[in-house]
């Protein structure tokens, strides 16, 4: 019986290394020789160790697999087919092919069972530390004595390239401070490389570095030794203090005569002949293609199919929980459906005309503060940037190795890998999460900013010290290019309020916004508060753009602005009026918002036969044409800061009332 059961299951993982090359050759693309390699790998993780349920992908307390070494996805595509999921044979055959659910790299929302988009190599093996964080939290806000509800560990993959790449450094020194003995680890180490061995790069000990950071680090010395991965991974289940790196030696292809080994089969198709050879040597049909025998499709549909009783189980806990803490398990189904407590908006701070200038920066800290007891799975923190950026949650404790209940995270100056972090906690239903620094260190985050867009997630991405304005840090610190690049990024919505008003308001966004990140972008400098009396209101900001201050008479000019421009353009509106200029003004805090509205409504605000129309925005003038027309113009950055007072840089660079009303004027 034993050697039965022996010879089933290197048929089965032979099967997946046959189906995994077919794939790649039937597509004429792909990376064939790593998942060749970790057949063995995925087989004891989906037969052993990992806690799913293919009929409930999205199963609350399943188990969490990250493939990071995204570019070996047919891997994952395998065992998902094999298991259960709703991923056919067919699908398999459409590997890499258009509307296809089996894509290049794997992709949340379009195959079911992937966790998380992962490709870029680094980004994966990011975003785990924040599902490792975001499931502490929702153990220690939840959990009870006997109600174990969220007990489940974050399963990875991963390469050398991901070792490489800076965001792992990050991501793993975070993990190991803050002893997130949750992340259960696979390297592969199979020491090739695009270009060849990886020793032509890299040689680093990869294990003392991992010690270093406080790692449990164990070592497999051939991947094809399922016992001594097994025993590794019951060591890594029970080291719960630190997180857990299993170094595995494997051979990239293994079973290819003659590209095992080599470069030639990490990111290429086998070839017909030796596609071949490999099933010679596995003994598989020379002649058939995507050869699955019905016992190892039974097998694996075994495995998978136990997750409806594991599952079946957590729900009847999750029964007796509601009976015994009505009122957490009411607050956990809201917030897992994505539903805010009601009444939450009307915690927004209203701020008045004469209240003393304020910096947006300052007016978001406020609105955070009073929203955040009414927002429970609200969570996050900064880049080591929380006094400057405002982000402190006052009435909450931070989030630490001893406290997980803590709702304000300290990140560290590690900018990649806290962006990475907030998509992982975004990704856990009933978790809120945004993260902050200065704008010009977005660059840091343009990675997870875009894979938070591709897969329709929603962080909340918050960037201060927004432009010249924070003056005498000067060119390295102030941005120009940022927002015009930000606003570039696909199904990203970009919100620069003009005051503390529409900071309120631009965070109601933020916090109401599904199927997308938001970017808030706040000022430094103190910023008059616009009076809502007298001139449009804030909550207009929802909709993008609006009139601030209307035109006297009929429109000779139209001043459009974002953020702290807006008090400027006000400023010269008042001048040109009394020039006997009729001037409207537009405060224009979100493109993208002002887009989504129907075409009545944006030639309510921008009619189209008022084309004289001037834009001020400290900032690349990029992409304002569109709003500005061939009648119009913009005053805009297109050079980089200098390092000065900041009136003396809006004195320099020509953001006055005097220079916008001759610019207005030239237009005329």
């Known amino acids: 019986m034993e050697k039965q059961n022996q010879e089933l299951e290197k048929l089965a993982i032979d099967t997946v290394r046959i189906l995994s090359a077919d794939a790649v050759q039937k597509a004429n693309s792909g990376h064939p020789g790593t998942a060749m390699a970790l057949a063995p790998m995925g087989h004891v993780l989906w037969t052993k160790f990992l806690n799913y349920n293919p009929k409930n992908p999205d ?18 595509y395998s065992f998902l087919y094999l298991t259960g999921y709703d991923l056919s044979l067919d699908d398999i055959k459409q590997f890499r092919q258009l509307n296809s659910k089996t894509a290049g790299h794997p992709e949340y929302g379009l195959a079911p069972g992937v966790d998380v988009t992962t490709g870029p190599l680094g980004q994966g093996f990011a975003n785990g530390v924040g599902f490792a964080i975001a499931q502490k939290h929702l153990a220690a806000r939840y959990n009870k004595p006997g109600f174990d509800l969220f007990n489940y560990n974050i399963y990875t993959i991963c390469s050398d390239g991901d070792m490489m790449e800076g965001v792992t450094s990050e991501a793993a020194s975070l993990a190991g401070h803050l002893q997130l003995g949750n992340l259960i680890y696979l390297y592969d180490d199979n020491h090739i490389s695009i270009e060849g061995s990886t020793d032509i790069a890299f040689n680093e000990d990869v294990s003392a ?29 029970t080291e719960t203090q630190k997180p857990s790196l299993i170094r595995v030696r494997s051979l990239i292809a293994y079973g290819s005569p003659n590209k095992s080994g080599t470069a030639g089969s990490h990111g290429s198709p086998l070839g017909a002949d030796e596609i071949k050879l490999v099933k010679e040597f596995f003994g598989f049909d ?45 607050e956990y189904e809201a917030a897992f459906a994505g539903e805010l407590p ?18 947006t920066r300052q007016a978001s800290g406020k609105v955070l503060n009073a929203v955040a007891a009414s927002l429970p799975n609200l969570i996050g923190g900064a880049a080591d940037l929380a006094p400057s950026t405002e982000t402190n949650l006052k ?30 906690m ?22 997870p900013i875009r894979l938070a867009a591709i897969m329709k997630i929603s962080p909340i991405f918050v960037y201060t010290h927004d432009s010249i304005g924070l003056g005498e840090d000067g060119t390295t610190h102030q941005p120009v290019e940022h927002l015009a690049t930000l606003r570039v990024i696909p199904n990203v919505t970009v919100i620069r309020p003009a005051d503390a008003n529409e900071t309120a308001f631009a965070w109601k966004v933020a916090i109401e916004k599904k199927g997308g990140p938001t970017v808030l972008i706040f000022t430094r400098q103190g910023l008059p508060i616009l009076d809502q009396d007298k001139y449009g209101k804030a909550e207009n900001l929802e909709k993008g753009a609006y009139v601030l201050s209307e035109a006297s008479k009929g429109i000779d000019l139209i001043l459009m602005a974002t953020g702290s ?16 200029i009729s001037t409207r003004v537009v405060s224009m805090p979100s493109w993208e918002l002002f887009e989504q509205q129907d075409a009545a409504y944006k030639e309510s605000v921008l009619p189209k036969a008022s084309r004289k129309r001037l834009a001020v925005e ?13 009648e119009g113009d913009m005053l805009g950055m297109t050079t980089f800061g200098e390092s000065a007072p900041a009136e003396d840089l809006y004195k320099h660079f020509g953001f006055t009332v005097e220079n916008v009303v001759k610019k207005a004027k030239a237009l005329l």
């Open 59 to 76: 199963f609350t307390n399943r188990d969490r697999f990250i493939l990071s070494a995204g570019h070996a996805c047919i891997l994952q």
């Open 209 to 237: 570095r991992f010690r270093a950071y406080g790692w449990q680090v164990q070592e497999v010395a051939d991947v094809n030794d399922t016992h001594a991965l097994e025993l590794a991974l019951i060591n890594a289940k």
């Open 286 to 330: 020379l002649e058939k293609s995507f050869e699955v025998p019905a016992e190892v499709l039974k097998y694996y549909n075994e495995k998978g199919a136990r997750g409806e009783k594991t599952e079946a189980k957590w729900n009847e806990l999750f029964a007796k929980y509601k009976e015994k803490f009505p009122e957490l398990a009411a």
């Open 342 to 359: 009601k009444g939450w908006a009307d915690k927004l701070p209203v701020f008045k005309a004469s209240d003393p200038k304020m910096a």
């Open 395 to 424: 009435e909450f404790t931070s989030f630490t190795s001893e406290n997980r209940a803590g709702r304000n995270f300290h990140f560290g100056i590690r900018e990649h890998a806290m962006g990475s972090a907030l998509n992982g």
């Open 426 to 447: 975004a990704l856990t239903k009933g978790v809120l999460p945004f993260g902050a620094t200065f704008l010009q260190f977005s660059d840091y985050m343009r990675p």
């Open 565 to 580: 421009e807006v008090a400027l353009i006000m400023e010269a509106q008042a001048k040109l009026e009394a020039e006997g």
């Open 618 to 630: 400290m900032a690349s003038p990029m992409g304002w044409h569109k709003y500005t027309t061939d």
